[in-house]
């Protein structure tokens, strides 16, 4: 491990980054069409809002699948529309690397080594990366804004923070829960005003090129789309329930499981001691990030870069790894990380990682190592005072 990282240096990883992802984006434009229909369903809604025409239901002249975003979101992707599309990929999955590193960059900051964290962090989240770039798809850059929002918010510069909230919302809306962290920093009021200014902001922006009526019907048809929309692969702990456990697929059951994930995240609140703790402020970011992914019926594998992320910040909040720690890393560089890679056989990926939801388990098994951390934690106020005492 020493020798990796002795050759992968900090400025080495990130121009890794930049060219891997360059090359995914090249290599699904010579596979063809149906490789890159992500990008396309990304970049060409913003047609429609041209013709000002419904942005939602089949677009088979474009691309495949439904348009599944929010009105905002294809409002942005504006300048992807006009570009050729081999250089459109190329640029957007630029976009994500760079937000994505900005993101880890910044977070990491304040670190008492933030050059070698920056460094362990971005090898651990890498694969995971490469596979959200090579799907073409946004969560490398919804992964990027959450930290850059909490960076800033960590900073003070709520204007800032909300912006990067706000624009997850109007991407991947699950994103924006990440903004619930303003409880544990200063300019409470300040960020909730700014949050509601970049919200209607973002929210109008579309009425530059399509009438209030029209737009009120965009959203509508957006949130009609979001509750309908049908489930994704369940590379979760619901995938692993019924995979494992044969339970049914039913939305009773799933929202049992969300009910357990959910109170089980939402306790480690009431540690109120704790709340300006540096060291439990890390482990509940890097906490959120595991939980949103695992309990999450729509999880599939690009979307998995969001839990590896919350390794990765779980892992340089170690100040000595203890061998389950390690092992545990090990379990999520393995079996989380490289099961879909050509690495293992394709035989074994079709009949056991994917149909045992393997891909889970170690990120599963992180979350209970992180949850464990922060319910025996110290609460250093408390012990302060005993101290003074």
């Not at 993101?103 to 670190?111: M, N, P, Q």
């Not at 490398?140 to 909490?150: E, K, R, W």
């Not at 699950?174 to 960020?191: D, E, I």
């Not at 595991?290 to 909040?317: D, H, Q």
Request: net charge positive; charged share 10%.
């Amino acid at each position: 491990m020493q020798r990796v990282l002795h050759f992968l240096t900090l400025p080495r990883v990130v121009g890794l980054y930049i060219v891997l992802f360059i090359a995914a984006a090249l290599q699904n434009y010579l596979l063809g069409f149906g490789n890159y229909n992500n990008y396309l369903m990304f970049a060409k809604p913003f047609h429609n809002l041209l013709l000002n025409k419904s942005i939602y239901g089949l677009h088979p002249n474009l691309y495949f699948d439904n348009y599944k975003y929010s009105p905002t979101f294809a409002w942005l992707m504006g300048p992807f529309y006009y570009l050729p599309n081999l250089l459109g990929m190329i640029l957007w999955n630029v976009l994500n690397t760079v937000v994505l590193l900005a993101g880890a960059w910044f977070y990491l900051s304040d670190e008492k080594d933030p050059a070698h964290q920056r460094q362990v962090a971005l090898l651990i989240i890498i694969l995971e990366a490469l596979i959200t770039a090579q799907n073409l798809q946004s969560n490398n850059l919804i992964v990027g804004s959450m930290l850059l929002g909490l960076y800033f918010l960590r900073n003070e510069r709520v204007w800032q923070a909300a912006f990067f909230f706000v624009l997850c919302l109007f991407i991947k809306f699950y994103g924006v829960a990440a903004a619930g962290f303003f409880l544990f920093y200063p300019k409470k009021p300040q960020f909730i005003l700014a949050m509601i200014v970049w919200t209607a902001l973002f929210a109008i922006a579309p009425l530059t090129m399509i009438p209030p009526a029209n737009l009120m019907s965009e959203y509508r048809e957006w949130f009609e789309v979001i509750i309908e929309s049908k489930l994704g692969l369940q590379v979760s702990v619901m995938g692993i329930a019924q995979a494992w456990f044969g339970m049914p697929k039913t939305d009773a059951n799933y929202r049992i499981i969300e009910a357990i994930g959910a109170t089980l995240f939402l306790l480690p609140f009431l540690r109120f001691g704790l709340w300006k703790d540096r060291l439990f402020q890390r482990r509940m970011i890097s906490y959120f990030l595991l939980f949103m992914i695992v309990f999450n019926k729509m999880a599939e594998s690009p979307t998995y870069v969001m839990a590896v992320t919350g390794v990765a910040l779980w892992w340089v909040t170690l100040g000595e790894p203890t061998q389950l720690d390690r092992i545990l890393l090990a379990l999520v560089i393995v079996f989380t990380s490289l099961s879909p890679t050509d690495i293992f056989p394709a035989i074994v990926q079709r009949e056991f990682f994917q149909p045992y939801n393997i891909k889970a388990l170690p990120c599963l098994l992180v979350w209970a190592r992180v949850q464990y951390q922060i319910w025996t934690q110290p609460n250093t106020a408390s012990h302060s005072l005993r101290h003074a005492s």
